[in-house]
């Protein structure tokens, strides 16, 4: 639905809690699973577009698409998968995709220097069979390396690319000189899961019931992640009634029931969990 913010007659679904509004490629935040009617819900406007890049989604913000009527609770920013891909095209290095989404928060804040921001993590995304995270290892032709112990070699995955940007946006957002309005939401461990018998990235996959070509979440990822977000949400929420300061900066899983708020910390195999 289209809402025009110059129109004050312009309807929009009622409100049965505080307004959210994620600036995200397609994800909606507020979805309640069929099987638990203990969530809240929250009204929210998706404002993303399909193959928005950082740069896309920084003109966009500058050219009319923040405008003042627009003054939601929490500003939730879902960009920078695109910047990674398609992988038969130039894309950015994770440098440039960092700089790209911090430059973003920087416009949302100061066009609303009171508002909350969340900055959602990069999703993980694979390229190679079966959902690996890492590319396969390679022989190396290399005539100086074949006289070394190990004659293979393994160029970064767009992964561990994104791992970067995540490591480096969850700095960003303890670093103390920044103010108590901007958080971190995690969803790595929510769509990545670990092979039996295996130990760290090498045994990393993303199952397809999850995410089926391995970029775009299928209903039950959208339905795992939207629960965790609304479960997020709520902790926000509630940490602002009780203190409007917010003197503590609330990262994804501090404070939190782990069971509950993480699919699997370990990144179990069972893609129910």
């Known amino acids: 639905e289209y809402v025009d913010f110059?129109?004050?007659?312009?309807?929009?679904?009622?409100?049965?809690?505080?307004?959210?509004?994620?600036?995200?490629?397609?994800?909606?935040a507020t979805t309640n699973d069929d099987d638990d009617d203990t969530l809240p819900e929250y009204r929210a406007l998706a404002l993303?577009?399909?193959?928005?890049?950082?740069?896309?989604?920084?003109?966009r913000i500058q050219h009319g698409e923040m405008p003042e009527k627009l003054n939601p609770t929490i500003?939730?920013?879902v960009i920078g998968t695109n910047d990674f891909g398609p992988p038969d095209q130039p894309h950015c290095s994770p440098d440039i995709v960092y700089m790209g989404i911090i430059r973003v928060v920087q416009e949302i804040r100061l066009r609303r220097p009171d508002a909350m921001i969340v900055i959602n993590s990069v999703l993980p995304r694979s390229e190679e069979d079966e959902g690996n995270v890492l590319k396969p290892i390679v022989p190396n032709t290399n005539t100086y390396n074949l006289l070394q112990s190990s004659n293979k070699q393994r160029k970064?995955?767009?992964?561990?690319g994104i791992l970067e940007v995540n490591r480096r946006l969850k700095l960003y957002v303890s670093d103390e000189s920044n103010d108590d309005n901007i958080h971190f939401f995690d969803a790595t461990s929510l769509f990545v899961r670990q092979r039996p018998n295996t130990k760290g990235l090498d045994g990393q996959y993303i199952p397809d019931s999850l995410m089926s070509d391995y970029i775009h979440p299928t209903v039950k990822g959208y339905t795992l992640y939207g629960r965790h977000i609304v479960e997020y949400i709520q902790q926000l929420t509630d940490a602002s009634v009780v203190d409007e300061r917010r003197p503590n900066h609330i990262h994804h899983g501090d404070n939190l029931d782990e069971d509950k708020m993480f699919a699997s910390n370990n990144f179990n195999d069972d893609d129910n969990n």
Do not use: M
Not at 10 to 24: D, G, L, Q, Y
Not at 50 to 57: E, F
Not at 156 to 160: G, I, K, P, R, T
């Open 6 to 28: 110059d129109n004050d007659e312009a309807s929009a679904p009622p409100a049965t809690s505080a307004p959210i509004t994620p600036r995200t490629r397609e994800v909606t």
């Open 48 to 59: 993303g577009i399909s193959g928005d890049k950082t740069h896309n989604l920084l003109w």
């Open 75 to 77: 500003w939730w920013l």
């Open 156 to 160: 970064q995955s767009v992964y561990q």
